[in-house]
């Protein structure tokens, strides 16, 4: 097991909801990603959060954000839920940007938008 | 545009046999090429990486031999046994926009006892 926590490990909420998870990052790794993995698909990248600022971001819309705190823990936020966001929601940390070979990945959120 | 694929969504092979999961990538740029195994209910676990200067990388019971005039990647697994049951990624990812993994869609290697 990794030292990547995520809370929590499943939800369920309704669409147009906002939804909050979290995400402790393994000890040592300053640097965080959040990806969405749909069924039967791969992780797709959302972005990722390094020195508490926003780091890259993937093809995701303005509704997806997040923060990074200064004990490098982070948060994912989506508002206005949409069925399509059902997903796995998973945290990877790593110990410095740009090392991505060396990313350990949360359990991950399962999140089911009704 | 960037893509990472994989040539077979389910591979089932017998205990003790070799197993090999391929994935074509679309991006000759890419630094690294990672491998990882997802189990059910968990994320994604680091198997094995390889340079893109590189052609083979050896691990223990498990082999990463990529071809880059075909723009190709295969993980081979050695003796497989029924904990190697899961679902096999490959990711690519670059040193100059290294910010992020990119995903093939993954092949679910089941082991039959």
């Known amino acids: 097991e990794t030292g990547v926590t995520q809370s929590p490990t499943h939800l369920i909420k309704t669409r147009g909801q906002q939804v909050t998870l979290r995400c402790s990052s393994q000890?040592?790794?300053?640097?965080v990603s959040w990806y969405q993995q749909a069924l039967g698909q791969g992780p797709q990248f959302i972005f990722q959060?390094?020195?508490?600022?926003?780091?890259g971001r993937g093809n995701f819309p303005p509704r997806f954000s997040g923060l990074q705190f200064p004990n490098y823990s982070s948060e994912l936020n989506v508002n206005a839920l949409e069925l399509d966001d059902s997903a796995l929601y998973l945290c990877?940390?790593?110990?410095?940007?740009?090392?991505?070979?060396?990313?350990?990945f949360g359990q991950g959120t399962r999140l089911t938008v009704v | 545009g960037e893509s990472v694929g994989l040539h077979l969504p389910t591979l089932s092979v017998q205990e003790g046999d070799n197993s090999i999961i391929n994935c074509a990538y679309s991006?000759?740029?890419?630094?690294?090429f990672i491998w990882y195994k997802q189990e059910s209910g968990k994320g994604p676990q680091f198997i094995i990486d390889?340079?893109?200067?590189?052609d083979k990388r050896q691990g223990q019971r498990v082999t990463v031999l990529l071809n880059k005039t075909v723009k190709h990647l295969s993980l081979q697994i050695a003796a497989t046994q029924p904990g190697d049951s899961a679902v096999y990624f490959c990711?690519?990812?670059?040193?100059?926009?290294?910010?992020?993994?990119?995903f093939g869609s993954g092949t679910r290697l089941l082991v039959r006892p």
């Open positions: 990877a940390s790593t110990p410095e940007v740009g090392r991505n070979t060396e990313a350990f």
């Open positions: 000890s040592g790794h300053n640097t």
């Open positions: 959060y390094y020195r508490e600022e926003e780091n």
């Open positions: 991006n000759s740029a890419s630094d690294y």
């Open positions: 390889i340079r893109s200067n590189m």
């Open positions: 990711a690519e990812t670059r040193m100059d926009s290294s910010y992020k993994l990119i």
